[in-house]
């Protein structure tokens, strides 16, 4: 048993860290809100092979599994990355026989709708679009699916219902492999909520220390200590069972999709608490459109509820241990 | 990463559950009254003399030289085949550490065999009448002898645990009274039975004697019982603290037994309509897994030689509050049988209600995480 990550997913994870902290910028994501583009950040996240980090060495991607990707997933988390990296390159990516060089290299984007529904995210920006029906999956180009945008309370998410004719595209799954599809999805998820529960108590801690009211930062009240570290505390034991998680998956574990509802129901909870005591110790400012916390928090509450929710994930792991 | 057990991992998991699934004992009283300590002794001294008293201790202590990973595994297999709390856990948890990390060569040769065997039992004396949580508010004093080479404590210790079946005990001294309050103690090692003493025990919350109070009147001790150095107390036994809040006094799979039996009564007495509950049953499992796994992702830390410091206070409020989570729940499965307590759940839930009291209150542990692993400031 050892339970850590190589020297080079660490740098690998670092690298990722620094280029979003770059090109992911909070300004990044108000833009997405707008409808704009996170192009140079979905492009270096292709040059660096973060795309293809699944995909197999000979279709040009780096061949290595979900223990690799799940600290870059994280950072996408942390960064609140505008983009369908879930839904590309941990979703569907896995699905492709050999996938085109322009899906791993950044210059297109595949999303997914969550649980067999039909909605996706970051629809408008998306050149392919998997369409779960009859318990297959297929893969539909822009060209042949009509898409109906939807509100988002996260307005980079960009949502649209997707409609495809029956017969558009090619089947990419069947069977079981629909329902891995799912576990990824569930997973990967997972590691974003984590990354967006440090992201709001690296913030939250911050302000805290600069803030000052009756003399001195407000970090220094006990009421304050307590509420960051209820969602530090949050944050630790979630992270363990996301990792685990991405062993499983890779190993092909028999309880694998029980390992992910832990993973996810424990990131999500932790997440939304991070998110409620990060407003809380904010105060009016937290409150503010114009401050960056709620980028976080929205991303937060999507996600919490993306791929199954905490009960629902709560609810199959008691199916498999009751 | 690789998250599965080596073959020696597995045959060492092999071995303690053959071992202890022949050996536990059933149906022991509580160890925290008179007649059942006597009784936990018994099996203390079984598994000392099968070597499975201090499995991660060297050999020549009585150990098994055993990896932090196995000693995990033992930990696991030991609460699932239904052993009881250790009534040995102060001295070979908390002591132990501090003895390996500052003891002399003469005092580990002469405390730690006889604590492994359960010949000497320890108990911890910190808090006093006046010092709980702010620990380093203790007066009991340690004045020089220089004549006959040593020091004379006076004062009073309380909520000392298990203090009246005890044998020896632990404690903090001020030893330089003008020096500032965490500066001026001494760590000393008394033996309960010498001129001076008087202990009295008595009862906890569910009424076992589980408590002590003793009393040090002109206790002579000398030099060679000082642990550490004079007036260094207090770093001293910061490493004791840090063994007590993390995995060492309260591993995973103490939980994770309690979190099976949980399951176990769900399946027996649960309610299929009762989504509120059934979600709770689920919640205790998954947070036992939670801690399970993050206590192998610090265990593999620790082996790489990193230094967890403050962090061990994540780990004491998560496990503390996750037991009185779980015997609540199971309570709650009871409903009015849990107030005759045939099964133990309402003896467990007082315990587990000491959980985020002793070894340093909850609030304080969430100071030390906001203040040491968060970095927020002082007050």
Redesign the interface.
């Known amino acids: 048993?050892?339970?850590?990550?190589?020297e080079d997913q660490v740098a690998f994870r670092d690298a990722v860290r620094d280029v979003l902290a770059k090109e992911c910028t909070p300004a990044t994501v108000r833009a997405a809100w707008a409808g704009g583009g996170s192009e140079d950040a979905w492009a270096a996240l292709g040059a660096m092979g973060v795309l293809g980090v699944l995909a197999p060495e000979a279709a040009g991607g780096l061949g290595l599994t979900a223990?690799d990707l799940v600290l870059l997933l994280e950072e996408s988390g942390f960064a609140a990355l505008p983009e369908p990296l879930v839904e590309h390159g941990c979703v569907a990516i896995p699905l492709l026989d050999g996938p085109e060089p322009e899906l791993l290299d950044g210059s297109v984007r595949v999303t997914a709708p969550f649980h067999h529904d039909t909605v996706v995210p970051y629809a408008d920006h998306a050149d392919w679009f998997l369409c779960f029906d009859a318990g297959a999956i297929r893969l539909v180009p822009r060209a042949a699916v009509e898409l109906e945008p939807l509100e988002s309370v996260d307005g980079a998410r960009r949502l649209a219902r997707v409609r495809a004719p029956d017969d558009a595209g090619a089947v990419v799954a069947d069977g079981s492999a629909v329902k891995q599809a799912f576990e990824r999805g569930a997973f990967g998820t997972a590691a974003q909520l984590v990354g967006l529960a440090r992201r709001m108590?690296e913030m939250t801690?911050e302000y805290?220390?600069g803030r000052r009211q009756f003399g001195?930062?407000i970090?220094?009240?006990?009421a304050?200590?307590?509420h960051?570290?209820?969602a530090?505390?949050a944050l630790?034991?979630?992270?363990?069972?996301v990792?685990?998680a991405a062993?499983?998956l890779t190993r092909g574990d028999a309880d694998a999709s029980t390992h992910v509802s832990?993973a996810k129901?424990?990131a999500s909870d932790a997440a939304v608490l991070a998110a409620r005591r990060a407003l809380q110790c904010h105060g009016a400012i937290g409150y503010s459109y114009e401050y960056d916390l709620h980028l976080f928090m929205k991303r937060t509450w999507a996600l919490a509820a993306a791929w199954g929710d905490a009960?629902w994930h709560?609810?199959r792991?008691?199916r498999a241990?009751? | 990463?690789?998250?599965?057990?080596?073959a020696d991992?597995a045959a060492f998991r092999d071995e303690c559950r053959a071992w202890l699934e022949a050996n536990v004992p059933r149906g022991l009283p509580s160890g925290d009254t008179r007649e059942g300590f006597a009784r936990h002794l018994e099996w203390e001294r079984a598994l000392f003399d099968a070597r499975w008293a201090v499995v991660s201790w060297p050999e020549e202590h009585g150990g098994r030289d055993a990896s932090p990973?196995e000693w995990l595994i033992f930990e696991e297999e030991y609460y699932r085949a239904g052993g009881p709390q250790r009534v040995t856990q102060n001295g070979i948890f908390l002591l132990a550490p501090t003895v390996f990390a500052f003891g002399t060569r003469e005092q580990q040769d002469r405390i730690l065999p006889r604590m492994a065997a359960a010949e000497d039992l320890w108990c911890q004396g910190w808090s006093e009448p006046d010092a709980g949580s702010d620990l380093a508010g203790i007066t009991s004093r340690a004045a020089r002898d220089d004549g006959a080479g040593g020091w004379r404590l006076s004062g009073q210790k309380t909520w000392t645990t298990r203090g009246a079946f005890c044998t020896h005990l632990f404690g903090l001294f001020r030893s330089d009274p003008d020096a500032e309050r965490h500066r001026g103690l001494t760590y000393f090692l008394v033996p309960l039975d010498v001129p001076g003493v008087t202990v009295r025990g008595f009862g906890r919350l569910d009424g076992d004697e589980g408590f002590a109070e003793v009393f040090f009147d002109d206790v002579f001790v000398p030099d060679a019982d000082v642990l550490g150095e004079v007036h260094q107390g207090w770093r001293v036994a910061m490493a004791t603290t840090s063994s007590e809040r993390g995995l060492t006094l309260r591993s995973p799979g103490r939980f994770m037994a309690a979190a099976a039996r949980l399951?176990d009564l769900?399946?027996e007495r649960?309610d299929a309509d009762d989504a509120s509950a059934?979600?709770d049953?689920?919640?205790a499992?998954?947070?036992a897994?939670?801690?399970r796994?993050?206590t192998?992702?610090t265990?593999?830390?620790m082996t790489?030689g990193e230094d967890l410091g403050a962090?061990s206070s994540?780990t004491k409020?998560?496990w503390s509050e996750l037991d009185v989570r779980l015997h609540e729940t199971a309570l709650q499965l009871l409903g009015t049988a849990a107030e005759r307590d045939e099964s133990g759940w309402m003896k467990g839930f007082q315990f587990a209600l000491s959980g985020p009291i002793y070894a340093g209150t909850n609030?304080i542990?969430?100071?030390v995480?906001?203040?040491r692993?968060?970095?927020?400031?002082?007050?």
Request: aromatic letters at 14%; hydrophobic letters at 50%; glycine letters at 4%.
């Open positions: 048993m050892r339970f850590a990550f190589t223990v108590i801690v805290a220390k001195v930062p970090g220094s009240f006990q304050v200590k307590h960051l570290a209820d530090r505390i630790e034991f979630a992270r363990p069972l990792y685990r062993w499983s832990m129901s424990t009960a709560r609810d792991v008691g241990i009751l | 990463m690789d998250l599965s057990f080596t991992e990973m399951v769900w399946r649960g059934r979600d049953v689920i919640r499992w998954i947070d897994e939670a801690y796994w993050q192998f992702l265990v593999t830390r790489d962090e994540l409020v998560f609030e542990q969430r100071n995480i906001a203040e692993v968060l970095g927020l400031p002082r007050a």
